[in-house]
């Protein structure tokens, strides 16, 4: 439409303004935001843009090949990943605490980001330039809610790429420091990104780190991505895509309880499900999801995922609750 193309044209006019001929960075996470982001900046200034993907490990199903198929198809950005999975894993080993979950998530991810700008940055150099920019895919309710700028407490530790060492300083780029979610799918439409990512659920930084509650292995993660894609699948296929702003899947590492599947009687873990409706993240209502969906969720990954044998509804809304469990 009329506005979201005028939304566009302003912000590429803008970015080439910024970067002129200097080279950029963007690390993209998986998540609507930064793929628009990067899009944009892509449609701005070509192939000054370089993205870097972290696998850290965390990620949905089908999340790394979304990024590197159909992100790439659809811009042309030029794209390296680093996969980070058992760094990540090494790193978590141990740690039940939310707050210091995210802080070394945060930390790794600093850390791998950082390697990879290093090795771009003397790319750069040999061909007699550098890179000066930073493109992220900070949207208005996150400056608003981390207090509009630097230093302010967040409610949580917000999982972006601050802190960089002093000799890795770039002058950021935000395209859509804005606009609210809304208008940034519609700008990721606008510029021919894919169904997949435009309309996929916000999804944090630390990814199924927070959404395991208990300490982070590598087993319970694939336990929690064969419930969470079950989850997706259903919602998609019950057309409840657009009405659901997000629906976490949290898996209860630490609890278990008793149940019977076929003759025998299980002792395993509970997921909780978190469908919300919202308009930008910072309320919430919790969903009131139709009993046939719930229905065939529960039976699907109770029968397909052995280590889950309980699935629970929270029915919390923000407040008191936020979104998600840590
Ligand atoms: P809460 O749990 O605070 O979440 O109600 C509000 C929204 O923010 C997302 N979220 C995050 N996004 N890094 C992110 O990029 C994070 O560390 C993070 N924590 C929460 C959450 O999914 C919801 O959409």
């Known amino acids: 439409d009329w506005t979201t193309a005028s939304i566009v044209e302003e912000q590429v006019e803008l970015i080439r303004k910024q970067i002129g001929s200097g080279r950029v960075i963007c690390a993209l996470s998986g998540g609507v935001d930064s793929a628009v982001a990067a899009a944009l900046v892509q449609r701005a200034v070509g192939d000054q843009l370089t993205c870097v993907f972290v696998d850290h490990g965390l990620l949905r199903s089908g999340e790394r090949s979304q990024v590197e198929q159909d992100l790439v198809a659809a811009t042309g950005v030029r794209l390296v990943t680093v996969d980070a999975k058992d760094r990540f894993l090494d790193a978590l080993a141990g740690v039940t605490d939310p707050e210091q979950k995210r802080k070394i998530i945060g930390r790794e991810f600093i850390r791998v980001f950082e390697q990879a700008a290093r090795d771009l940055q003397a790319e750069a150099g040999e061909h007699g330039t550098s890179v000066d920019f930073l493109v992220q895919g900070t949207l208005y309710p996150d400056v608003v809610e981390s207090g509009g700028g630097t230093g302010t407490a967040n409610i949580k530790s917000h999982h972006n790429v601050g802190g960089l060492p002093d000799d890795l300083q770039f002058e950021l780029v935000e395209p859509l420091?804005?606009?609210?979610?809304?208008?940034?799918?519609?700008?990721?439409?606008?510029?021919?990104?894919?169904?997949?990512?435009?309309?996929?659920?916000?999804?944090?930084?630390?990814?199924?780190?927070?959404?395991?509650?208990?300490?982070?292995?590598?087993?319970?993660?694939?336990?929690?991505?064969?419930?969470?894609?079950?989850?997706?699948?259903?919602?998609?296929?019950?057309?409840?895509?657009?009405?659901i702003w997000q629906c976490p899947v949290v898996l209860l590492a630490d609890v278990r309880s008793v149940g019977v599947q076929g003759d025998g009687r299980t002792?395993?873990?509970?997921?909780?499900?978190?469908?919300?409706?919202?308009?930008?993240?910072?309320?919430?209502?919790?969903?009131?999801?139709?009993?046939?969906?719930?229905?065939?969720?529960?039976?699907?990954?109770?029968?397909?995922?052995?280590?889950?044998?309980?699935?629970?509804?929270?029915?919390?809304?923000?407040?008191?609750?936020?979104?998600?469990?840590?």
């Open 177 to 243: 420091r804005a606009l609210f979610k809304d208008e940034v799918r519609r700008v990721g439409l606008e510029l021919g990104l894919p169904e997949t990512i435009v309309q996929r659920q916000p999804f944090p930084g630390p990814g199924l780190g927070i959404r395991i509650i208990g300490e982070v292995t590598a087993e319970r993660l694939e336990t929690l991505r064969a419930a969470d894609a079950i989850v997706r699948e259903e919602l998609t296929s019950a057309g409840l895509d657009r009405e």
């Open 267 to 326: 002792y395993g873990h509970p997921i909780v499900l978190r469908p919300v409706s919202s308009e930008d993240a910072m309320t919430a209502d919790w969903m009131r999801m139709p009993y046939e969906v719930l229905e065939r969720i529960s039976t699907r990954v109770t029968n397909e995922v052995p280590e889950v044998n309980r699935v629970t509804l929270d029915v919390t809304s923000k407040p008191p609750g936020t979104i998600e469990w840590e």
